[in-house]
């Protein structure tokens, strides 16, 4: 990555139980002008053995670039 372009920094992590969540705060962090990082995962549900999906989105001080050199 070029030297003048800065790393954003992480500002939250937040999980979320439905990827419906997940977009709305997307969406808000897009009004703010902040970036995103997401990803989903499945992890066990606490008093059985089903999987269930949460979503992870990590708010950012800035849009990610990327150097395409």
């Known amino acids: 990555m ?3 372009v800065a790393t954003p920094q ?3 992590t937040n999980i979320f139980d439905s990827a ?4 709305e ?8 002008g902040l970036g995103v990082r997401v990803s989903n995962r499945l992890v066990a549900e ?3 053995d089903e999987l ?5 989105v990590e708010l950012l001080s ?5 150097d395409e050199e």
């Open 2 to 4: 070029s030297d003048d």
């Open 52 to 56: 269930v999906e949460e979503w992870i």
């Open 10 to 12: 992480l500002l939250s």
């Open 20 to 23: 419906a969540e997940a977009i």
């Open 46 to 48: 606490d008093e059985s």
């Open 25 to 32: 705060a997307i969406g808000a962090a897009d009004v703010l």
């Open 62 to 66: 800035s849009v990610p670039t990327t």
